[in-house]
């Protein structure tokens, strides 16, 4: 039996195990990850250093960063500011937070991170009206996922050279992408998920956590004494000067899970959080969880599965004879790839292989490999597809099941509208 073989059985194992939920998801991940190494799928080296991956690091520290933000009353006045202006209505409140969330993912280019800064408030407003966190961060999730580096702001007016330097390094010069091509691709998909996350993504997420909240359980048998004036102002301090921080980070210098760790650190330095506070907020079962599915993304790499699915779509697609098929197995396979590997590497593997496809058939690349990039960058279905999502998880108190059923709806609009826009801007005859 080949390791690509073995791999894959294991991966569908993990897949059932998380679905099943007979033993806890973090367990499962790490039992995964064993079996990977222990098969030759993944070499030890590879598996020992997802946990120090910088991702899991930054989530990690931004839980801590949020716990210690949540801890103040500063938190509260601006949840209370939001509730005022929303008047006790839901949609008017996830109004306010979704489009903050959209506009801080152009200048952020982690939607780890502006999960990170977003979610304490959230939970603030949701506590003060009554509100389940379960209802609302899902949502809010999306908005930071999908819509990350959508325009040419920030780190989104690299967003073109990259995909033309996809375009010099495979010879296939004839064609280039416009710094806004990439918006003018997104747009819609941008006013989509703006929409659905306002108006109809809290009607389909669960009314009630499906897993316990970490914190949550003590804080209600325990009211902690308010924060004294001078932790009061640090935690707040510590909270602003992280997230400025984070978007000023590539003219600081500084990586984003430096930041991340040095407000963390600050957080019990300054007495805001004490050191068994802060250690509970990471919620290690969710950061267990992303170390698993760095494993089984770096098994199916390490074995060639990717370039195996890749080939298979190239045949495919060669076959085809309507652009907007062509464009769904490219949007399609990749999207859905993403939710199990990091999408960096998917990009790597697949924009190649679409810009030879199309090269091979003397077609307009541009609206293909932005479709396989959009693709890329929205996946949100599993813990697997990006460090925002286990976050989303822990916040929200979702289990796998509750995750996938939230996410069939907006993924079926995502795929319609992207492919159907794209294809149509960008033709590739």
Request: with cysteine.
């Amino acid at each position: 039996m080949s390791q690509l073989t073995i791999c894959i059985i294991i991966c569908v194992l993990t897949a059932i195990s998380y679905i099943l939920e007979k033993i806890p998801m973090g367990t499962t991940a790490l039992i995964s990850m064993l079996a990977f190494v222990l098969t030759g799928c993944l070499d030890p080296a590879t598996a020992a250093s997802y946990f120090g991956n910088t991702n899991g690091i930054m989530m990690l520290a931004m839980l801590v960063v949020a716990a210690g933000f949540n801890r103040t009353q500063f938190v509260r006045k601006c949840s209370s500011s939001v509730n005022r202006i929303a008047r006790g209505s839901l949609t008017m409140m996830m109004a306010g937070y979704i489009l903050v969330a959209i506009v801080l993912s152009q200048f952020i280019q982690s939607s780890l991170v502006v999960f990170g800064i977003m979610a304490p408030m959230l939970t603030a407003s949701c506590e003060e009206m009554g509100i389940s966190p379960s209802k609302v961060m899902f949502p809010l999730s999306i908005a930071c996922i999908a819509t990350v580096s959508a325009f040419p702001l920030g780190s989104g007016a690299t967003q073109f050279a990259e995909l033309n330097g996809y375009l010099e390094a495979n010879a296939y010069t004839e064609y280039t992408v416009g710094l806004l091509d990439p918006m003018k691709a997104r747009f819609p998909m941008v006013i989509f998920v703006a929409v659905y996350c306002i108006f109809f993504a809290t009607k389909v997420a669960p009314a009630k956590p499906v897993v316990a909240i970490a914190g949550v359980e003590a804080k209600k048998k325990e009211q902690r004494a308010a924060l004294a004036p001078f932790q009061e102002r640090c935690g707040y301090i510590i909270f602003i000067l992280v997230t400025l921080g984070l978007i000023l980070q590539s003219r600081l210098g500084i990586d984003a899970w430096v930041i991340c760790v040095a407000g963390a650190v600050a957080m019990v330095l300054t007495g805001v959080l004490s050191e068994a506070e802060a250690i509970a907020s990471m919620n290690m079962k969710i950061g267990f969880l992303f170390v698993g599915s760095l494993a089984m993304g770096g098994a199916l790499t390490q074995t060639g599965a990717g370039e195996v699915i890749g080939a298979a779509l190239a045949s495919v697609v060669g076959s085809l004879n309507n652009p907007y098929l062509m464009g769904l197995a490219f949007f399609i396979i990749p999207f859905l790839l993403t939710q199990i590997m990091m999408n960096r590497t998917v990009m790597l593997i697949f924009i190649p292989i679409a810009i030879l496809a199309c090269k091979s058939m003397g077609a307009n690349p541009v609206g293909v490999i932005i479709l396989t990039q959009t693709a890329c960058l929205s996946s949100f279905m599993t813990p697997m597809a990006t460090p925002a999502v286990p976050m989303c998880m822990a916040v929200g108190g979702y289990d796998l099941k509750s995750m996938v059923k939230q996410s069939i709806i907006p993924a079926i609009f995502l795929t319609i509208i992207s492919v159907g826009w794209i294809m149509t801007v960008f033709p590739m005859f």
